[in-house]
Structures are given as C-alpha cells and as structure tokens.
C-alpha cells in the first residue's frame, strides 16, 4: 500500500523531517510560489507551511485529498481556517514552538531601539567614533506597555519586570486576577497609549488588530515612545507609524514583521532611530527544531485519526 503524502511547502528542521519520513512520502514546493504550489498539492495528504504560503480557498480547491495542514509556528493569519473547516481539512500549529525565541526577540528589539546598538554598531564599522549622536534610554523605572497578554505578552512582561519596569497591558480577553498575579496592571488601551515609555506589540494578525495603532492612537502617546512590532505587519500601522517618526511624535521603534512579506523596501527604513529585522522572531536553532518536531507529530496524529494536543 502507499504511503501518505506530506507537502511540505517551506524550510522545515530536519528533526521534523525525519520524523515524517517514518511513516510518509515527503515532497517539497516553494509554497510562495502560487503556479508550483496550486498543481503540488492535487494529490497530498497533508500540507506543512510557515508564513510565506497563503492557504487559501483556492489552495483548498485544489487538494482534493488534503487531510490536514499544519503550520509550523504560531500565527495562523496566513491560513483560511474557514474554508478549511468547509473543505473538511483540519488545521494544526505549534503554539508554544518559538514562543521564547519570540520574546527574547522583541526585547533584543527593545533594549536596541533604547541604547542605539544597529545604529552605533554601523556607525563605528564605517570608522565613525559617534558616542553623544548614540545616547540612549534606561529601562529601569519606565513603564511598558504590553499590547496582548498572551504567551508571549506574558514572558516579555515577565522579563522586562527584571530590568525593573513597570509593565501594563491591554488585554480585554485576559482576566485583571490572572494579569495581577504576574505583576501586570491591564489598562484601557488609552491609558496605555498615553502612560508607556515603550509598547510592545503581541496580538495575533486579525479583522480587530489589523491597524489598531494607526494615526489616532500615535496621536496620543508620548514623544519619547519607542514601539517594537515582533507580531504582525499592519498592527502598527506603517504609514502612520512614518509619519509619526517624521513629525518627531515617536522617538523610536523596532519592526519585525511588515504588511507585505518578503519586504525590502519600506519607508521605515529611512529613519535612523528605526531597527528592522526581516520577521527574525522564530529564527532560533531551539524553535525551529520544535516547530518542526511538534508539527510532524501533529501531522502525524491527524492522518491517524487520532486527536491532536496543544503542543
Ligand atoms: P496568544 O494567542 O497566546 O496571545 C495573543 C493575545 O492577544 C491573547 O491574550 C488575546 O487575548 C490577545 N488579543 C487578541 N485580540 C486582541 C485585541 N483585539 N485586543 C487586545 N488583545 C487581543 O498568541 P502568542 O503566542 O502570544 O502570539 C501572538 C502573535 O505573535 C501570534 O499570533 C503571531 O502572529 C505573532 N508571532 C510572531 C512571531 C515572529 O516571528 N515575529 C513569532 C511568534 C508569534
Ligand atoms: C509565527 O507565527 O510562528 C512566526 O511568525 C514565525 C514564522 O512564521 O516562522
């Protein structure tokens, strides 16, 4: 008899590689690439993706076979989780795969946008000794703001409470008890807006997040704010987050994900007090290898028939 067949349409590790060829046929596409991907996936059991392949209806439309896809991450923006609730198709992800990597990334972004570092480092590589043009800001005594107090809201509050912030957040999912137990003071997102030395961006990509920072709210911040978006592009809105910078009404900010990915050119990248990263938040050794591993173990269980945890 033959063996399912499992798509995998982007960078996996190896360890989740191995685990699937246990059992299953494994193909590989270039899921972004829409005219190798639609043919692809006719005959497979299962789909594995990160970010960069949209799985939408018409991916459906195709996958007359399909079982299962699986997203070897978080985020599930890039998944019509509808259409493949009509197509019969289940949908897996890792949840708590780069969920670390993912905050140590945001507040590398953080303690980057407040001291300077990519801006001194660049300059002293050129032969540029620039030590007043790069002060920066402390940390200890200013207040962050955690927009998303979920896994990784969590564990980038809980780290910044070690450098001695006060951290608030703005969550209307999350109870006051459970934010009061980990030190946190939820707020209206207002207060937020208006009491914060930094904000951090944690909301999953959705119709309520898209574009919740816009021209508006970054009205109503301080001066001195510095924003780190290592969620999704466009929750910080990126014009207005632009303009803002220009006009001098935020002093800083650290981007990792963008509106439109892959994204080389942006006017975010004119600003000297900007930091950027090309959506590096899941990009450790340590998540990858779990990304891969728990998908392949999901995958597996779904084509079994049997029912899939929460990794
Ligand atoms: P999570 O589901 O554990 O937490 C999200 C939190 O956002 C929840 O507490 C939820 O109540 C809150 N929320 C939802 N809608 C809201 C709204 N309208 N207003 C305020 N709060 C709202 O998810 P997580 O694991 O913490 O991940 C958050 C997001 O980070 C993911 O959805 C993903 O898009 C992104 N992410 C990015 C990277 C990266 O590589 N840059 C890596 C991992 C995750
Ligand atoms: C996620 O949602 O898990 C991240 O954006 C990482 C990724 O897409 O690889």
Redesign the pocket.
């Known amino acids: 008899m033959s063996k399912p067949v499992v798509l995998v349409a982007e960078e996996l590790s190896p360890a989740g590689i191995a685990v699937l060829e246990a059992d299953f046929e494994v193909r590989h596409v270039n899921g972004a690439d829409r005219a190798a991907l639609l043919p692809a996936v006719a005959d497979v059991d299962a789909l594995i993706v990160r970010s960069a392949t949209k799985v939408t209806a018409e991916v459906f439309e195709h996958a007359r076979k399909l079982r299962v896809v699986a997203r070897a991450?978080?985020?599930l923006?890039n998944v019509d989780v509808e259409a493949a609730t009509k197509a019969g198709v289940m949908v897996v992800n890792a949840?708590t795969s780069?969920?670390v990597?993912?905050a140590e990334?945001a507040i590398a972004l953080l303690l980057a946008t407040a001291r300077n570092v990519p801006q001194g480092h660049s300059a002293l590589k050129q032969g540029e000794w620039k030590r007043s043009k790069y002060t920066g800001v402390e940390l200890q005594g200013k207040t962050v703001g955690v927009?998303?107090?979920?896994?990784?809201?969590v564990l980038v509050a809980q780290r910044l409470a070690a450098f001695d912030m006060d951290v608030i957040a703005?969550?209307?999912?999350?109870q006051a008890a459970r934010a009061a137990q980990l030190g946190v003071k939820l707020v209206p997102l207002e207060e937020l807006l208006r009491e914060s030395d930094f904000i951090t961006v944690?909301?999953?990509?959705?119709a309520?997040?898209l574009g919740?920072i816009g021209d508006r709210e970054l009205q109503q911040v301080k001066p001195s704010v510095r924003i780190v978006n290592?969620?999704?592009g466009g929750i910080v809105d990126e014009a207005a987050l632009d303009l803002a910078l220009k006009d001098g009404r935020v002093a800083g900010a650290g981007i990792?994900?963008f509106t439109t990915e892959p994204c080389t050119e942006s006017p975010l990248f004119h600003h000297d007090n900007v930091v950027v990263t090309p959506?590096?938040?899941?990009?450790t050794h340590e998540a990858q290898e779990k990304a891969g591993t728990q998908v392949a173990r999901s995958v597996k269980l779904a084509l079994s028939g049997e029912f899939v945890p929460d990794a």
């Open positions: 991450g978080v985020g923006d949840p780069n969920i990597t993912a990334h927009l998303g107090l979920g896994r990784i809201g703005y969550d209307p999912y999350v944690h909301l999953p990509k959705t309520e997040t919740l290592a969620a999704r990792d994900v959506h590096l938040g899941a990009s």
